[in-house]
């Protein structure tokens, strides 16, 4: 039982050390995009046009500036991502799916090739480190702050 325990401890401590990780890097970008507030751009000068231009700063090792998500009007005044991809943007996308799916579904793939692996939990606890690393990065991105700017600009023009 102690041995269990011990192994548990392990893995939450693992798993809080990477969340707290993700969560510093996310604290020094929000403390840049404050110096560098989003912008929105709009295709028309009316209160609703059909697209919405979204600049949301981003840092990475290739690039420091400000990013572009566009989004086109539905119904009811709703707005989706406006997506024009390249064939080469189209193919990154699929490939980083199939990277995701893959550490993912590691584990299974390991237990059904070899049964009698000593350490199964070891592999899930991996896995599942992996899953909410790339479920962090997600929440966190470009997408997601432009869709949160968007609706804020949204609850302002309804006011």
Known sequence: MDELIGYFLT???FFIGSQLMGFII???AWAVRKKHPAKIEKSEDVSYPKFLTVH?????HRSHGYKQITFIRKGDNKYKKYINLSVGGWIGNILINL???VIICHPLAILI????FPHPGLLFGYSSIVFFMFLHAHLTG???LA???LNKYLKAQDQ
Request: charged share 20%.
């Open 11 to 13: 893995w939450l401590v």
């Open 142 to 144: 470009i997408d997601t």
């Open 147 to 149: 869709r949160i700017e």
């Open 99 to 101: 990277l995701c799916l």
């Open 26 to 28: 996310d604290l020094i």
């Open 113 to 116: 090739f070899a049964p009698n």
């Open 56 to 60: 949301i700063w981003h840092d990475s």
